[in-house]
């Protein structure tokens, strides 16, 4: 087989289960393991996939930006929010980045309860600030304009001093090995902080940003306490990665 048709059959592969082996694929189109791993250095090379112990897993192709992500998969994303609300209580101390899905989690804040919200979302900052029954602080600092957050040391020094029930951290891509991952290493810093500073950690992720993965580590599985994504795959993750904090 010729080096263009093993990489279309590659980045097909990945198209569809999102992750491939070594081992596995070298033998079953017939080539060494040397030759395949040649293949997925120059395919991580061109950015059509990021390469992990033993084999690779398919790189994100969602934007990044806020606003081109804003309007897109509005019902998908009321009903993550729908039930990441369903968690909170009344009086709980909410730590939430950035993100089109935590936006939405911020518009669906029940009035009828009391929250303490700590942001470094701007979006999620405007849609807060009227509501009577939310005591809001924003974390202040460098404005990433991408993502519609504040980062740097100033938003870091905050986010450590905040001990909050919960920790709501947006996710570009969520991987079984590689865990919450980003773009950007000064978000991800900053998403790393936030999360640990919650007693109960939570991430959403729609379908498209399961199994994929970008340059920089936020958190592992392990560190996370739920997962909530959509309802359809619920019962994928808990099988195929073997977790079960998954709604």
């Not at 924003?138 to 020094?157: F, K």
Request: one cysteine or more; a negative charge.
């Amino acid at each position: 087989m010729l080096k263009e048709e093993r990489h279309k059959l590659i980045t097909e592969r990945l198209s569809r289960d999102s992750h491939i082996y070594v081992t596995q694929l070298s033998e079953e189109l017939g080539v060494s393991d040397d030759t395949l791993r040649r293949d997925l250095q120059e395919l991580e090379q061109q950015g059509m996939l990021t390469k992990v112990h033993g084999g690779a897993i398919a790189k994100s192709g969602i934007s990044l930006r806020f606003n081109e992500r804003l309007n897109t998969q509005t019902v998908i994303k009321q009903r993550i929010a729908e039930k990441t609300v369903a968690l909170f209580n009344d009086g709980d101390v909410i730590m939430i980045d950035g993100g089109t899905t935590n936006l939405e989690i911020a518009h669906q804040l029940p009035d009828d309860k009391q929250f303490t919200v700590f942001t470094n979302s701007l979006p999620i900052a405007l849609a807060l600030s009227e509501k009577p029954n939310i005591d809001l602080t924003v974390l202040g600092g460098h404005v990433w304009g991408p993502s519609q957050v504040t980062v740097g040391i100033q938003t870091y020094e905050m986010a450590k001093d905040v001990y909050a029930d919960w920790s709501v951290i947006g996710v570009s891509d969520l991987h079984p090995d590689k865990g919450m991952m980003t773009d950007d290493r000064e978000e991800a810093i900053i998403k790393r902080c936030m999360l640990l500073q919650g007693t109960k950690r939570l991430t959403t992720a729609t379908a498209e940003k399961l199994g994929t993965a970008r340059a920089y580590h936020v958190a592992s599985l392990g560190e996370i306490d739920f997962i909530v994504t959509e309802d359809d795959r619920v019962e994928w993750i808990k099988k195929n990665w073997r977790i079960d904090n998954v709604i």
